[in-house]
């Protein structure tokens, strides 16, 4: 009997242990906590370009200020037929070639070029010493129509500020765009000092 008694209460005793390692192994279940992650969003700045481009009105109102205070180195006055028979004689005695730099007064390019070569003493050195230099005017009050045809009228094919090379002769050997030696808003110097050079007078 006592057999019996101690058999139900094993039997009884693994029932519970079964029972309670069950609610043990529930309870050991692991709860997954969802965390998120919080990106932080940039606050968005908006930064506005102040416009720094010029009006039209402004653009003129500068370049007429630019104009006024450069040199003038255009006659339109002067007999230009007469000067470029006298520069043809002395051309002749110094061996030296003609720069005719055609264009007035009123060409803001004209006038840029004429103080570029003043203020570069490279190039006011080439100049001096291979050429006789001559602004030749053309303006509504003097086109010297004339000369101009003479040469082929460059100024109507390129524009102002155009150059005519004459040899001490005062014979047309080279006519130059100056376009061509433009750099931003003024000339580059490189591009004039070949130009230069490559028309002084053979020796």
């Known amino acids: 009997m006592k057999k019996i008694i101690s058999i139900v209460l094993i039997g009884f005793g693994i029932l519970g242990f079964g029972q309670k390692t069950n609610v043990v192994k529930k309870t050991k279940k692991t709860t997954k906590t969802t965390v998120k992650k919080v990106i932080p969003v940039p606050t968005e700045v908006t930064t506005t370009a102040t416009a720094t481009t010029m009006t039209a009105e402004e653009k003129a109102k500068k370049a007429a200020e630019e ?19 006298t520069l043809v004689a002395q051309a002749q005695k110094e061996n030296k070639n003609i720069i005719l730099q055609a264009g007035g007064n ?29 602004h030749l005017n053309y303006s509504p009050d003097n086109k010297n129509e004339k000369i101009f045809e003479k040469y ?47 028309w002084v007078p053979k020796s």
């Open 106 to 134: 009123w060409c803001i390019w004209c006038l840029r070029f004429n103080k570029f070569v003043l203020d570069t003493p490279e190039l006011k050195s080439i100049v001096d010493n291979n050429f006789l230099y001559y």
């Open 152 to 198: 082929g009228n460059p100024g109507a094919k390129f524009g102002y500020p155009v150059f005519i090379v004459l040899d001490k002769n005062g014979k047309l050997i080279h006519v130059q765009d100056s376009s061509v030696l433009e750099s931003g808003s003024g000339y580059s110097k490189e591009k004039v000092k070949d130009f230069f050079s490559q």
């Open 67 to 85: 104009k006024a205070s450069l040199p003038k180195p255009y006659h339109p006055e002067e007999n230009a037929e007469e000067k470029i028979n």
